[in-house]
């Protein structure tokens, strides 16, 4: 299974970590520390720690119970879509309300996903790397899974409800559609979405793209034998789970995130009035191909063309939710993070988003992984605040909890975690990451690390044609010697400095030696993808 692992357990698990000073000082290269053998080390932060405890504090005393957090995870958009992020008006969709979002509060440079849309939603609802739980890629049509990978994991839903939260997810899943593995299953209060992407709905409906299985009645019985949930679903813990909706054309389902919109903006409505604090993601259906433009936003970008639209659509209703959080008089009282699930998926170019980076949708160079992050909290965090501060988005996972006060002693022991409770640079001024690296996997393999403004590859995936990163492209060795790229000097990862210009390649490469030896103690799981 895993190729490196020879090479990984030779190495001293702790060689990586140093003791930092304080806040500032640094005695060596790797400043993090492993406070608890199964949690992933920590750069300390006890000053800026303390800050945000104390900050905290006082706004739990004025309000009187814990804030609430809503996540917004829009479907493959790619780090260059936002006006914020570069694209905008240039990329041909304005995004004024993500802008505005982004103006308001922290915008993340080095904010980072799993190269697909599976293994970060599982990663963010787990705080584990998708080779610990087994869901390494998205279960798809005709799969059979050999064990359930929810039934031994202590989900983030499952504790913020515990902990007196009403938890609630909207719009796309792709983590499981069985009983035992749907988001009311696994830790949701409720959930009102679509269990697939939107390709996999809309392919049994799309005549155009796929006439092979649409006008084929005997191959589109036999897809749907097996294909997956094309019904709106409305499910609750412990109870019912309703059918609504079922997509019949593509007109539909250009119509679904509409539909998703307007239930959470409903939700926080109602939700914001109750007397429980609220965990609400908000997961887009768009804009995942294919994109359908609802009939009121056709046309309305600039470039006119369905991603472009879906981009300016994904805007209007980010802007939406913001509305609905100030009407209801809980903005200053909400954590609100925006962000995409990993890179564009050029293989449907042009149905796709733009990245300045190499790479896209698919593979671990930073086109596939580095995605926008943006944390806004009215008067929480400080506006116009841009970091290059490595964050990863398992780090919500850590943040989540300890907005709700919940403590780490509810995870198991007997299970490594890979998030890191990153509150404080999120919310302290001029805050600072507190993680020194990001691991890379494609699947079960595991391929890259970034370390500061470094990153090395000893696996790489290689596009055998012009945008084709998944469907005809390979995965290689790179051959005598790691690939050793300096971010800020080639952001693009073109040409390798590690025996020219740096002298820290070895000790990055030994990072992620040390991250692969994590898995001699804490086996993965193999679910049969």
Not at 303 to 312: L, M, S, T
């Amino acid at each position: 299974m895993f190729n490196l692992f020879k090479l990984f357990v030779i190495v001293i698990i702790g060689s990586a970590a140093s003791w930092a000073e304080d806040d500032q000082g640094i005695l060596s290269f790797d400043r993090s520390v492993s406070f608890t053998e199964n949690f992933e080390p920590v750069i300390p932060r006890l000053q800026q720690d303390q800050a945000v405890a104390e900050k905290l504090a006082l706004l739990h005393a004025r309000t009187g119970r814990r804030p609430n957090i809503l996540w917004l995870v829009v479907d493959d958009m790619g780090y260059g879509d936002p006006g914020c992020y570069g694209g905008g008006t240039l990329a041909g969709a304005s995004t004024p309300h993500i802008d505005r979002l982004a103006a308001g509060g922290l915008k993340l440079t080095s904010c980072y996903a799993q190269q697909t849309c599976t293994p970060t939603r599982s990663a963010i609802l787990t705080g584990r790397l998708p080779v610990r739980t087994g869901l390494t890629r998205p279960i798809l049509a005709g799969d059979k899974i050999t064990i359930n990978p929810w039934t031994d994991e202590v989900s983030l839903p499952k504790l913020l409800s515990d902990a007196g939260y009403f938890t609630l997810l909207t719009g796309k899943w792709h983590v499981g559609e069985s009983e035992g593995m749907r988001p009311h299953d696994v830790g949701f209060d409720e959930y009102y979405g679509y269990y697939p992407a939107q390709k996999e709905i809309s392919q049994r409906v799309d005549v155009r793209r796929f006439p092979g299985l649409v006008l084929n009645p005997e191959r589109l019985a036999a897809f749907e034998a097996v294909g997956p949930a094309d019904h709106l679903t409305h499910g609750f813990k412990g109870g019912e789970t309703k059918e609504l909706q079922q997509i019949r054309s593509i007109e539909d389902m250009g119509k679904a995130d509409q539909v998703l919109a307007d239930f959470t903006v409903k939700r926080l409505q109602e939700l914001a009035s109750g007397d429980k604090p609220f965990f609400v993601e908000h997961c887009f259906m768009k804009v995942h191909c294919d994109n359908f433009a609802h009939p009121d936003y056709a046309g309305k970008s600039e470039a006119k063309y369905p991603y472009k639209d879906a981009v300016h659509e994904v805007d209007v209703h980010v802007g939406s939710f913001l509305k609905a959080l100030d009407d209801s008089g809980v903005l200053e009282n909400t954590l609100v993070f925006f962000t995409s699930d990993n890179g564009p998926q050029m293989d449907g170019w042009p149905d796709a988003g733009y990245t300045p980076f190499r790479g896209a949708k698919g593979t671990t160079w930073e086109g596939g992984v580095r995605v926008p992050g943006i944390a806004y909290w009215k008067g929480m965090i400080s506006p116009n605040r841009t970091s290059d501060g490595l964050f990863d988005l398992m780090d919500l996972f850590g943040v989540a909890l300890n907005l709700a006060g919940v403590s780490s002693d509810k995870l198991p022991a007997d299970k490594y975690y890979d998030f890191i409770d990153q509150t404080s640079f999120l919310l302290a001024d001029g805050g600072q990451s507190k993680r020194e690296a990001v691991y890379f996997w494609w699947g079960t393999e595991l391929m890259a690390c970034r370390m500061k403004e470094y990153k090395v590859h000893v696996k790489i995936v290689m596009a055998e044609a012009p945008h084709m990163h998944i469907d005809l492209a390979t995965v290689r060795d790179v051959g005598l010697a790691p690939w050793f790229f300096n971010l800020y000097l080639d952001p693009k990862e073109e040409m390798t400095v590690g025996h020219r210009l740096d002298p820290w390649m070895a000790t990055v490469s030994g990072k992620l030696k040390a991250h692969g030896a994590t898995f001699k103690r804490y086996p993965p799981k193999n679910i049969g993808l």
